[in-house]
């Protein structure tokens, strides 16, 4: 059972580039969640879904897009990275019957 | 809109000491409030949570206090130890229903030897 799991774990961008980071769990978890967490911001909420093909606006959408094909994984894109957008990215899953949500290890993204 | 916030960012105490972390928040219909420890590189783990029908719960050396007349939660750290040098988050569900969270700014918890 390994939990949430995300890839890549670093990743080195310039502006302008694209990629996808990859979230997975294997709880059987309905919800999950993409954050950023930037230096004194704690986690400020991106995207999130209810469930296998829905998603929706968290508090940071912009300039991102998710999709959740599977109900275990959740993708976050950058379709052309900013430096506004180096950061902390942590996935996370909970249940629909408990709030507590489970956290991936992070990746740590930096665009030049 | 809604927040979370930490009373203090930094909290420095001494290796066998008690600690306490405060955190207020403003969403009176929330009714589900979280602890999470993030140790350096890693992902947020979760401590304790507590529902609004009740107003302490305990754990293993910790003790989480809701006090919902001021909107305030605490912390409290048994005998704290260096492997509890970490940052601390509180959280409060809001009015949601998808499960979303809502994170405070964190306190950082140091403990001197």
């Known amino acids: 059972n390994a939990g949430v799991t995300q890839t890549p774990k670093f990743r080195v961008l310039k502006t302008g580039q694209s990629m996808t980071l990859l979230c997975a769990q294997d709880?059987?978890?309905?919800?999950m969640y993409w954050y950023r967490q930037d230096p004194g911001m704690g986690l400020r909420l991106i995207h999130y879904s209810v469930g296998e093909g829905t998603t929706a606006k968290g508090e940071v959408p912009d300039g991102y897009n998710v999709s959740r094909l599977k109900k275990q994984n959740f993708l976050l894109g950058l379709e052309s990275a900013a430096p506004s957008q180096t950061s902390v990215y942590f996935c996370?899953?909970?249940?629909?019957?408990?709030?507590?949500?489970?956290f991936g290890p992070g990746t740590r993204l930096t665009v030049t | 809109g809604e927040s979370v916030g930490l009373h203090l960012p930094t909290l420095s105490v001494q290796e066998g000491d008690n600690s306490i972390i405060n955190c207020a928040y403003s969403?009176?219909?929330?009714?589900?409030f979280i602890w999470y420890k993030q140790e350096s590189g890693k992902g947020p783990q979760f401590i304790i949570d507590i529902r609004s029908n009740m107003d302490k719960r305990q754990g293993q050396r910790v003790t989480v206090l809701l006090n919902k007349t001021v909107k305030h939660l605490s912390l409290q750290i048994a005998a704290t130890q260096p492997g509890d040098s970490a940052v601390y988050f509180c959280a409060e569900n809001g009015a949601s229903n998808t499960g979303k969270l809502i994170f405070g700014q964190g306190t950082t918890l140091q403990v001197k030897p």
């Open positions: 969403n009176s219909a929330s009714d589900y």
């Open positions: 709880m059987n978890h309905e919800y």
């Open positions: 996370a899953s909970s249940s629909v019957q408990i709030y507590e949500q489970y």
